[in-house]
């Protein structure tokens, strides 16, 4: 099943953390994924105080992952380590539970979504996040699954806000039940 808590895991790793896709985490993937970053939120620009918080940021949440996941210390996380790591440590659990340097992930990855920097990932944004990873045959279908994330006060703001995101990201990773609320979240899963 596409939506099943292993497939979501593993799409995690897969679309947002294994930049050079060779099928693992190590700390090449997050040295890459801090330059990745500061050049999307930066929309093309990539000054050097940005790229220096990004790689911060992401070298920490290397090291947490590694913590967390390396469980055989040989300076990689397989998809499996990775999943026993997030059983671990997010499933069940709320987004402010969650480890420290993943939260700042999430933020990260929600700041550079939010293409206008109004706070609210609109349709849009979505459509552009989803059509970046994946291959869109109708917009029809990612549309939809945006509308499945949506609340009533959701589409009172336009769209989703930092909270909102978090708390979405938390039942994806968290919740282990094939239909949580949250399966849209990076689009319409199909790997």
């Not at 998809?79 to 997010?90: G, Y």
């Not at 939010?114 to 979505?126: H, K, T, W």
């Not at 336009?158 to 994806?172: D, V």
Request: charged content about 30%.
């Amino acid at each position: 099943m596409a939506y099943s808590w292993d497939n979501r895991v593993a799409f995690v790793v897969k679309y947002l953390y294994d930049i050079d896709n060779n099928g693992y985490l190590d700390a090449h993937d997050f040295h890459c994924l801090a330059l990745r970053t500061c050049v999307l939120e930066g929309k093309g620009d990539c000054s050097s105080a940005r790229l220096q918080k990004y790689q911060h940021v992401m070298l920490n949440l290397w090291e947490e992952i590694a913590q967390l996941a390396d469980f055989d210390k040989d300076g990689i996380v397989t998809v499996d380590e990775f999943k026993q790591a997030v059983m671990n440590s997010c499933v069940g659990r709320r987004y402010e539970d969650f480890p420290q340097s993943m939260r700042a992930f999430i933020e990260t990855n929600f700041r550079m979504i939010d293409i206008n920097c109004d706070g609210v990932l609109a349709l849009e944004e979505y459509r552009y996040d989803c059509v970046q990873r994946m291959v869109v045959e109708d917009i029809k279908v990612v549309d939809e699954a945006y509308s499945t994330l949506l609340n009533d006060d959701d589409r009172r703001r336009g769209g989703l806000t930092l909270s909102r995101y978090q708390e979405l990201f938390a039942q994806f990773l968290g919740d282990v039940s094939d239909d949580c609320e949250a399966k849209h979240l990076f689009g319409p899963l199909e790997f």
